[in-house]
């Protein structure tokens, strides 16, 4: 999945001309926390963010600070065709809430935590009707593969499977399905050895 999919194409942005207030006023009337700062062309100048406004705010009415000497120059940015996982980790990595996705030094869109979230969501089927059974299976492959084979044989339609961070000796499992009683897929698990620790119709 590419960053171009999720990204906030041709998002609102201000120049490095433009005073801190004004840029305050932008984030404010469109309720948005990042602000690209464009020059000529939309060539990315640099990227500011609502909490750095705020905390410059006081020291500009007395220093005269302006837009450009509070903004990230150089900040991290992305590109569209890369994996949504890119933004993802840098995100995560930097503790940003938002990336600048450019191409050829031009301002293309914006990703933020919100666009990854509905990603993830899209990703998962969380909104759509579903239900999930969830697995505790060993680190062998074959248990896994045994564990597919019950669920499919037994009328489980698999939309896709998430698991449990890799932190002991077995993991647990959630298969997400297509809509379907998990009663006979669980009973069936369990007759094969493997423990059910969650089904949700």
Do not use: W
């Not at 309720?31 to 464009?38: D, E, G, M, T």
């Amino acid at each position: 999945m590419k960053i171009k999919s999720f990204m906030i194409s041709d998002p609102i942005t201000i120049t490095e001309k433009a005073t801190i207030n004004e840029a305050i006023e932008i984030m404010k009337a469109n309720s948005i926390r990042h602000l690209p700062v464009v020059g000529e062309e939309n060539l990315l100048k640099g990227f500011i963010t609502l909490a750095d406004l705020k905390l410059a705010l006081i020291p500009s009415m007395v220093a005269g600070l302006s837009l450009a000497d509070v903004m990230i120059i150089n900040p991290i940015t992305v590109d569209p065709n890369s994996d949504i996982e890119i933004a993802a980790q840098l995100i995560y990595k930097y503790k940003i809430g938002g990336i600048p996705v450019v191409r050829k030094g031009k301002l293309v869109g914006i990703i933020t935590e919100s666009d990854l979230l509905r990603a993830f969501i899209d990703m998962m089927g969380i909104l759509n009707a579903s239900s999930r059974i969830d697995v505790v299976i060993g680190s062998e492959r074959a248990l896994f593969k045994k564990a597919l084979q019950v669920i499919v044989e037994n009328g489980g339609e698999i939309i896709n499977v998430g698991m449990s961070p890799l932190r002991a000796r077995k993991r647990t499992y959630s298969f997400r399905l297509a809509p379907c009683s998990t009663e006979a897929l669980k009973r069936a698990l369990e007759k094969d050895g493997f423990r059910v620790v969650a089904a949700m119709d």
